[in-house]
């Protein structure tokens, strides 16, 4: 019964042993932020078809090439740099990597290419079917990507303490290192204020501060490697 649930808060299990709660999109408003896309590459082709048209064989061309730019690059520039297409902003969703990293070009563009295989052999039958019994809700391209599509809500840290300051860190971190800051903005909330500040300590190398400005700096660092920019 759990595997058809279509929007729940789902456990992932970093490499590292870190849990992250990703609120996992079911097929439902994911076919909708599809439809919303669909919709404005059409409309956008029609507004181009119109002159176009007065080219002749050229515009045909040119039109052509469009298309096929615009039928495959609107997925993957969009989510490869803010995460979502704008059907998926309307709907608040966002792709990111297993681990709830922000994905990058190469996740982008392996899972918008296996749609043709997600959408085999009508209506995208193997993609719903994958995504209903997916742990994860995770379509065919998903899974060869590594990435989940998840609702994009505010982090429980950032309705307690309304944390919305980005800070990028001041050196490359192993992903161990970046779990373990997201890790700590996701429990801190739950934790005493002089708890924080203790783990927050451990963490001075990297913040360059103590007590509360280091547990800040984390947050914002947080919201960084998850791609709140």
């Known amino acids: 019964m759990s ?26 408003p994911r076919a909708l932020a599809w439809g919303i896309d669909f919709a404005v590459r059409v409309f956008g082709l029609l507004l181009m078809s119109i002159p176009l048209a007065f080219l002749g ?17 609107y997925t993957i520039v969009q989510e490869a740099i803010w995460g979502r297409t704008l059907g998926k902003r309307v709907l608040h969703l966002r792709v990111v990597a297993q681990d709830g990293a922000p994905i990058g070009w190469m996740a982008s563009i392996t899972r918008n290419l296996l749609r043709t295989v997600d959408m085999l052999p009508f209506g995208y039958a193997l993609g719903l079917l994958s995504s209903l019994f997916d742990p994860h809700g995770r379509r065919l391209g998903d899974l060869v990507a590594g990435t989940v599509v998840v609702h994009d809500v505010a982090p429980p840290f950032a309705t307690t303490l309304a944390i ?4 990028a860190p001041p050196q490359p971190l192993q992903p161990a290192e970046q779990a373990a800051v997201v890790a700590f903005a996701e429990r801190a909330p739950r934790l005493s204020s ?20 280091g547990v800040l700096r984390l947050y914002a660092m947080a919201n960084w490697l998850l791609g709140r920019r």
């Open 164 to 167: 919305d300051t980005v800070l």
């Open 194 to 213: 002089a708890r924080q500040q203790e783990l927050a300590t451990i963490a001075g190398d990297l913040t360059d501060a103590q007590g509360q400005v």
């Open 3 to 28: 595997a058809l649930m279509l929007d729940t808060y789902r456990e992932v299990i970093t490499p590292e042993g870190v849990p992250l709660h990703l609120p996992a999109a079911g097929p439902i």
């Open 57 to 73: 064989d050229f515009g045909q061309g040119l039109y052509a090439c469009l298309m096929f730019l615009t039928m495959w690059a």
